[in-house]
Structure formats: structure tokens, C-alpha cells
């Protein structure tokens, strides 16, 4: 489905990760993909907090869809992959699964947008997303 190899970051599911139930709550999901996309920026010498006050550009979700397929429990290890589906000028669309020993959990599609930070006006995507689209 998508277009570049993914990245996979783990995460455990912790007590503050769920319901009474002991299941995932579901909007945490949403977090554990933060994470993972947060890493993946990190993993190619994106430091957040640099581009934001160098760089004055910041990335926002202008859209997220998600899937949930089979729940997660307290203690799960998880894995959280991040793979690149298409980059427009200013923003990428990012699919993006939470596995649990092989089982697909949740899926989602997520769309950034990359902005300047003080107008919220769009800025064009750093070239290392851009590099890695056009290399696959």
C-alpha cells in the first residue's frame, strides 16, 4: 500500500494506556502514532524543536483516519510503523499501523501539513521527506 519502506517503533502498553477494562482506550492510539512519527523525523536528523525555533516551521495534522481492528491490552508490546504514501509541496500523507505479534491492531492515514509557525501559512515539506519520495 504505501510508497517507502516503513519505519517501526515499539511501545508498551502501560496502565495509564487504558480503560478499567484493561483494553487500550481508543483515542490513544492516536498518541502511540505520534510517537512513532516524532521518532521516524528524529531518525533522519529532525530535531522538533530545532525547526521550530530556527526554522519557524512546524507540522500539523490536517487530517487523521483510523481503523481499529483488534484491541490492545495492558502490557502488549507494540510496534508503530510510519511509511510515506504521497508528499504534495507542503504536506505528506503517512499510513501508519499498530501491530501486536503479527496482527494488524489498528490502522490509520494521516495527513501533516508543514507551516510556518507564527502565520500558520504552508511552507514547503523539508527535503529529506521530499528525497525519500522521489527515491522509491
Not at 502498553?13 to 487504558?18: A, G, K
Not at 490492545?72 to 504534495?88: F, I, K, P, T
Request: with cysteine; glycine share 4%; proline share 5%.
Amino acid at each position: 500500500m504505501a510508497v517507502t519502506q516503513a519505519f517501526v517503533w515499539p511501545v508498551r502498553v502501560y496502565y495509564e494506556d487504558t480503560d478499567a477494562g484493561g483494553i487500550v482506550y481508543y483515542a490513544n492510539y492516536l498518541k502511540f502514532m505520534e510517537r512513532a512519527r516524532t521518532e521516524w523525523l528524529w531518525n533522519y536528523g529532525i530535531d522538533l524543536r530545532q525547526l521550530a525555533s530556527q526554522e519557524r516551521m512546524i507540522f500539523v495534522v490536517r487530517s487523521a483516519k483510523l481503523e481499529f481492528l483488534q484491541p490492545a491490552h495492558l502490557g502488549d508490546a507494540l510496534d508503530v510503523s510510519v511509511e510515506v504514501l504521497r508528499c504534495r509541496p507542503a504536506s505528506v500523507t503517512l499510513y501508519q499501523q499498530v501491530i501486536s505479534s503479527e496482527e494488524i491492531l489498528c490502522t490509520g492515514e494521516v495527513r501533516l501539513a508543514c507551516v510556518e509557525s507564527l502565520s500558520m501559512r504552508p511552507r514547503p515539506l523539508p527535503p529529506f521527506i521530499q528525497e525519500r519520495e522521489s527515491t522509491q
